[in-house]
């Protein structure tokens, strides 16, 4: 059974950081990987980056050059390390482990409970 654990969200000004982890057991990480999605108030849950079994990583155009995903496979825990954060990054975030379906698309499958993050001016 997988199991997905956030934490590390919490409430900073805008330009300061925060790092998420998120916990994963009973889960091998590989294929398709893992991803970081975050739901605002009002708004439907978007992805926010992703990283694949080979390291290859993608970001929503909105986080580029602010957040950096990671992975360490020895602790079985992705990281999300966000920089200058903006108001518009308030949200609770989600990790998901993704798998690959038979659209032949990578989509989440398996969700932690999340965790907010608010960030004020």
């Known amino acids: 059974q997988v199991q997905l654990v956030e934490s590390g969200g919490g409430s900073v000004q805008t330009g300061g950081s925060l790092k998420l982890s998120c916990i994963a057991s009973?889960?091998?990480?590989?294929?398709?990987?893992m991803g970081w999605y975050r739901e605002a108030p009002g708004k439907e849950r978007e992805i926010v980056s992703t990283?694949?079994?080979?390291?290859?990583?993608t970001y929503a155009d909105s986080v580029k050059g602010r957040f950096t995903i990671s992975h360490d496979n020895a602790k079985g825990t992705l990281y999300l390390q966000m920089n200058n954060l903006k108001t518009e990054d308030t949200a609770v975030y989600y990790c998901?482990?993704?798998?690959?379906?038979?659209?032949?698309?990578?989509?989440?499958?398996?969700w932690g409970q999340g965790t907010q993050v608010v960030v004020s001016s």
């Open positions: 990283i694949t079994e080979t390291g290859t990583t």
């Open positions: 998901a482990t993704r798998d690959l379906y038979s659209s032949g698309f990578c989509l989440p499958n398996h």
């Open positions: 009973g889960y091998i990480f590989s294929g398709c990987g």
